[in-house]
């Protein structure tokens, strides 16, 4: 699924849509440069799971955790800021096979090895300074499942 989004806000929606089709042990890893969207789509994806707690970026904190719908939680990890993920591995390793969490990785390129097959994984590109071409490839059957609800909203 490929998606022009032309702001914050539609980003949000886009994200808000994706949390809405969720329901616990998805992995979602954003892939973009600083800036493009990627804690904006997280954002969205708490609204969209019911979040109440407002969404920050979990930069200088690593990762932060909210509690969401149907006793779901949120885990948000960035990785931007490591450059060995030690024991950060092994918590996110235990995160991502949490059937009752939604598991969102940023600059996961430093965990990939710990990172399920399976996944939905988000690309973000940045044409012009408000467009963002955002991709959404699934890799498994569970985020196939995903994406073809996502698909079906979209059509509706």
């Known amino acids: ?20 089709v969720l329901g616990g042990g998805e992995v979602i890893e954003l892939i973009g440069d600083v800036g493009s969207g990627k804690t904006t789509l997280t954002k969205g994806i708490g609204l969209g799971l ?29 990785f931007y800021r490591l450059d060995d993920s030690g024991i950060m591995s092994d918590e996110l390793s235990e995160a ?30 940045s044409p012009s300074e408000t467009t963002r071409q955002v991709e959404v490839i699934a890799t498994g059957d569970s985020s196939r499942q995903v994406l073809g609800k996502l698909s079906d909203d979209s059509a509706a």
């Open 1 to 20: 699924m490929l998606k022009v989004i032309d702001s914050d806000h539609e980003m949000r929606e886009f994200g808000q849509a994706i949390g809405s």
């Open 50 to 78: 019911d979040v109440t707690d407002s969404v920050q970026s979990p930069s200088f904190t690593i990762n932060r955790v909210y509690s969401a719908r149907d006793d779901l939680e949120l885990a948000h990890y960035d």
């Open 96 to 125: 991502i096979n949490r059937p009752d969490a939604v598991t969102v990785i940023e600059w996961g390129g430093l965990v990939d090895g710990v990172l399920p097959d399976d996944r939905l994984t988000i690309r973000f590109v």
